[in-house]
T-cell receptor, first 113, second 115 residues
Framework: DQQVKQNSPSLSVQEGRISILNCDYT??????FLWYKKYPAEGPTFLIS?????DKNEDGRFTVFLNKSAKHLSLHIVPSQPGDSAVYFC????????????FGGGTRLMVKP | EPEVTQTPSHQVTQMGQEVILRCVPI?????FYWYRQILGQKVEFLVS????????KSEIFDDQFSVERPDGSNFTLKIRSTKLEDSAMYFC?????????????FGDGTRLSIL
């Protein structure tokens, strides 16, 4: 099942710089997207979401961009901090699949001091 | 901040035995979920539960699995006759009213090891 894909398994960024995490999807029924952060031995923590009727949503240092025609979304973190080091998951709701979240495989972000 | 709590954090069970994984969702949430993550694989949806019944389930959630809300606070996942391939992290989640599109809030998971 490759409906949600995060093609970069890892990303390394210097503290203070921008982190850009990417996510692609194939299911055109997806209409709501979420980003989660996960630390080791913890569950996924909700970060930010975006509806398919928008192309941008911002919350503090976190901004999510959605390009529906390209079926692509990205999470920008600026400035990046060492505490942002974690695995980031992209997830999506489909409008014909009720409350089921479909997850990508995750990208491990390492922010170096 | 309210959180979802799961017990136990780690469960080791012999193949063929039954296990019950327990979750206490956020108190004012109405929608409850179970997901699992096999080591090295994606987080996968198992089941959603609303108004005391299953609302959606995946192909993974076969007759071996069942869910229950035995009281006003707990939400359980039972796995009958466990198999080696049931070894995974199991995450419980909950969301508020209007589940679709709402962020789901996850617990820290139960690591299930089948021997």
């Amino acid at each position: 099942d490759q409906q949600v894909k995060q093609n970069s398994p890892s990303l390394s960024v210097q503290e203070g710089r921008i982190s850009i995490l990417n996510c692609d999807y194939t299911n055109s029924m997806f209409d709501y997207f979420l980003w989660y952060k996960k630390y080791p031995a913890e569950g996924p923590t909700f970060l930010i979401s975006i509806s398919s009727i928008k192309d941008k949503n911002e919350d503090g240092r976190f901004t999510v961009f959605l390009n529906k025609s390209a079926k692509h979304l990205s999470l920008h973190i600026v400035p990046s901090q060492p505490g942002d080091s974690a695995v980031y998951f992209c997830a999506a709701y489909a409008n014909n699949a009720g409350n089921m979240l479909t997850f990508g495989g995750g990208t491990r972000l390492m922010v170096k001091p | 901040e309210p959180e979802v709590t799961q017990t136990p954090s780690h469960q080791v069970t012999q193949m063929g035995q039954e296990v019950i994984l327990r979750c206490v969702p956020i108190s004012n949430h109405l929608y409850f979920y179970w997901y699992r993550q096999i080591l090295g694989q994606k987080v996968e949806f198992l089941v959603s539960f609303y108004n005391n019944e299953i609302s959606e389930k995946s192909e993974i959630f076969d007759d071996q699995f069942s869910v229950e809300r035995p009281d006003g606070s707990n939400f359980t996942l039972k796995i009958r006759s466990t198999k080696l391939e049931d070894s995974a992290m199991y995450f419980c989640a909950s969301s508020g009213e209007g589940g679709v599109g709402q962020p789901q809030h996850f617990g820290d998971g139960t690591r299930l090891s089948i021997l």
